[in-house]
Every structure is written in structure tokens, then in C-alpha cells.
């Protein structure tokens, strides 16, 4: 993977819990919407070996880019 800085997919559906548990790749897991049903969805950035502080610089940058995790379903809504 020395190729690449991160590898951004979905956390569910595929295999990256099975890669990052066997290999010891660290990943982070952040939400990147709410379905059509209002039940959150999360994408994973798997990184490099021994390479966390990347692998946290670029999902920092991105929730910053992004205001996923300020959404909150109508049900947890503070009012």
C-alpha cells in the first residue's frame, strides 16, 4: 500500500474490517451522510503501517470540508 496515502471506502459492505483487523492497518471511520430512511452512513480511510497522523490529518480534512458530523437525525435533535 506504500503506493497510496489513505484508501477512502465504504465502512460497510466490503472487506476493511477483515483488512485493517489482519494487518494492523490503522483506519478511521466518519459519517458522510444520512440515507433516505435517516440512518447514518460512515466511510473508512484505511492508511499506511505506523502512518496514523496522516491517516487523521486527511479524515480532519475532510470532516472540516464537510458538516456530516454537525447532522443529526429529527429524533436527536436538541431542542
Avoid: W
Amino acid at each position: 500500500m506504500k503506493n497510496f496515502d489513505v484508501i477512502v471506502a465504504p465502512s460497510f459492505g466490503g472487506n476493511q474490517l477483515l483488512l485493517t483487523n489482519l494487518t494492523g492497518h490503522p483506519c478511521v471511520v466518519v459519517p458522510n451522510a444520512h440515507q433516505t430512511n435517516s440512518n447514518p452512513s460512515s466511510i473508512s480511510f484505511i492508511g499506511n503501517l505506523y502512518d496514523e497522523g496522516k491517516l487523521l490529518t486527511i479524515a480532519r480534512a475532510y470532516q472540516k470540508a464537510t458538516d456530516f458530523e454537525d447532522v443529526h437525525p429529527p429524533f436527536f435533535t436538541v431542542k
